[in-house]
């Protein structure tokens, strides 16, 4: 089983479909990268109505049992999970509320400065502010997974620092192996290490460059020297990859509501029209070709089923169970 | 073990120990009249910060196990519940999202018209609107009550007829024992029984009278009658007792944001000053009177037991359970 850390986009039947072609077990979609609190509320509502209509193809996952149960019966278990945290309007109980209709994994910030922290684009890194202490810990006691793919260097550290609970760089790479604001350099990744947390390595071609994406043995390779840095249990899969993206999407992904320029995001000229996949990830179904291309790297069986699935079963487990024990101890 | 089908106003750690000293196992609490959908979030974050601070009182419930549990255990399980529907914001989704978030009772109307139906102060009843189909549908479906105190007698029938779970007016009386907007014509608590609904008799002075608010035996008398009109299966308490209600909470009640008049509601003079409660029960504690004011209205203790808390339980359990039935499919 492959276990996708994230994707986004416009998601068909066809998509999630096409993960299962490819092996795909469980996915965490996003659900929101500007949206305030009811136009995300509004995306859960639209994936509730996916998700009754495409039941026999995929459903929602709360826990790392549901994950597993739902992956057991040959659908896609789906992670709700947002890019941003503008869903919180700034109300630390909103965490808890969100958490309470299935969000399972928040990442701090998107591509601009908010009341958390800073992004990865911030010239001034604020590290993690007051309220985002507060949020992570919120996180932390209603079990969703802090996500850091898109935050700035200084607010990782301090988000990791913070939490007690394992954090997520969900969908990025090694910085030294391929140098992009969105990648990670060493201190973040040995830190993220330290606290038993896990990089997912993505596909996207911006932020993983041409060579790595030419083959699913080089891309292997990138994943190989990645997992020498970090050990074989922080190191996950989290493509990156975006369904049905049109102009508009990436209006909205790199613009947002705030700014009347461009060049923001991870496309270095500002580019509006869709990045090719990787050469190896053309069609979503190839996602399916990764394991064969980690075993022909020289990872053995046991280590390919951690980067495949295992290392995200781990954090998922143990960041999602408050939310069951919280529910068992309601009525205790 | 009482329970209580409506209650209002501010509760506070002393509010609940009462109830727990009067006998009161279970009650719903009113989380909002007229408040949007985040409003409504703001407010059941509040009250999940007060459940965390009282848990040695209180917990919130969400089926009829966790209530059984929760009173067992010597505490106050919650209910949450809304007199209104403007929390939707007109969003059918927002039913499901709400549910998740704990509201297991919701009121179809106020004391204005809504796009789902009209009150029972309009004029003309429109009875349950095109969305208020759907709206009552999904309540059915993802386990939320069905509420019609406050609503048009039109528009309740129309409820009633239209849910295939049972429904209920959970703070209101039987019109022919006192005249009033606010209570039941025969044919609108005729349908509810044979509907399998409740009627929770209230002991709000304005719309009980001062006759049957002289004492716990008058009161009791008033609940034997409508019993001999419903049969036993069918009649619960709601007192819709307000705490520390004040003239901004009756402005708030009254009024809302929709009219700068008065004499609204059920306050025929609308008079903004705490209305008395019941002779009987003007300290808190003293809903503890009412099963042995039933045994002397001659009721035997199996008939006590129904009307105290056996009806709501049977209620409870067939309509919240959709929600557990559906947690427990997700991962099938």
Chains 1, 2 share one sequence.
Not at 33 to 51: K, S, V
Not at 70 to 89: F, M
Request: aromatic share 8%; charged share 25%.
């Amino acid at each position: 089983m492959l276990i996708d850390g994230l994707q986004c986009g416009h998601f068909t039947r066809e998509t999630f479909a096409d993960l299962k072609r490819g092996g795909v077990g469980c996915v965490t979609i996003t659900c929101g990268f500007w949206e305030g609190p009811l136009e995300t509320m509004d995306l859960i509502g639209r994936w509730r109505d996916f998700g009754r209509a495409n039941e026999d193809l995929m459903a929602f996952a709360r826990t790392g049992r549901e994950i597993r149960e739902i992956a057991a019966s040959g659908r896609v278990a789906t992670l709700v999970g947002t890019q941003n945290t503008e869903l919180l309007s700034n109300r630390i109980g909103f965490v808890e509320l969100f958490a309470d209709m299935g969000l399972r994994v928040m990442q701090l910030t998107y591509n601009t400065q908010n009341s958390i922290g800073s992004s990865c684009y911030e010239p001034v890194d604020t590290g993690l502010t007051r309220f985002g202490r507060e949020v992570v810990q919120e996180m932390n006691r209603v079990g969703v997974l802090v996500d850091l793919s898109h935050v700035g260097n200084k607010t990782s550290l301090d988000a990791i620092e913070t939490s007690e609970k394992p954090v997520a760089v969900t969908h990025a790479n090694w910085a030294s192996l391929y140098p992009h604001k969105r990648n990670k350099p060493d201190d973040v990744l040995r830190a993220l290490k330290e606290h038993r947390g896990i990089l997912g390595c993505a596909t996207y071609r911006n932020i993983t460059g041409d060579e790595y994406c030419r083959s699913v043995e080089a891309w292997a390779g990138m994943v190989a020297r990645t997992v020498e840095m970090m050990g074989i249990d922080h190191v996950g899969i989290g493509t990156d990859r975006s369904h049905n993206h049109k102009e508009a999407d990436y209006l909205w992904m790199r613009k947002g509501r705030w700014t009347r320029g461009g060049g923001y995001g991870a496309s270095a000229t500002g580019s509006l029209t869709p990045v090719a996949p990787a050469d190896f990830f053309r069609e979503i179904h190839q996602i399916g070709v990764i394991p064969e291309g980690l075993r022909k790297a020289g990872f053995s069986a046991e280590e390919v089923d951690k980067i495949t699935h295992g290392n995200w079963l781990r954090i998922y487990d143990e960041v999602f169970s408050p939310g069951e024990e919280r529910r068992a101890a309601r009525a205790a």
